[in-house]
Nanobody
């Protein structure tokens, strides 16, 4: 019933741009904020960007702020991550996830607060 599918990854060179897409389905996504995380080999999965349910509020990690832009189109059930001026340190598997509304405290940067995850899409940035 619940599906989250990322796409758009690939191999690019330093300075290139790439747009990732995340299509989701299922009633569980009602009023759900969405986020992008990434994980490099041997590293912990880390926060990249997040967007509120309405799309009005966005957050970014310091490492991507000013280069990446997260957006969403609720009519298409899709979240995007526009990545510009890519660096080698951006190389990772990128995951899309959903953070449903709840009574308890929830944080946009905390992995544990996201309950639905995609399988990831590989982004490789080389010189």
């Amino acid at each position: 019933q619940v599906h989250v599918v990322e796409s758009g990854g690939g191999m690019v060179q330093i300075g290139d741009s790439l747009r990732l897409s995340c299509e989701y389905s299922g009633r569980s996504f009602s009023s759900a904020a969405m986020g992008w995380f990434r994980q490099a080999p041997g590293k912990e999965r880390e926060f990249v960007a997040a967007v509120s349910w309405t799309g009005a509020v966005t957050h970014y990690s310091d490492s991507v702020k000013g280069r990446f832009v997260i957006s969403r189109d609720n009519a298409k059930n899709t979240v995007y991550l526009q990545m510009n001026n890519l660096k080698q340190e951006d190389t990772a598997v990128y995951y899309c996830a959903a953070r449903p509304a709840g009574e308890g405290d929830s944080f946009y940067y905390r992995k544990a607060d996201y309950v639905y995850w995609g399988q990831g899409t590989q982004v490789t940035v080389s010189s």
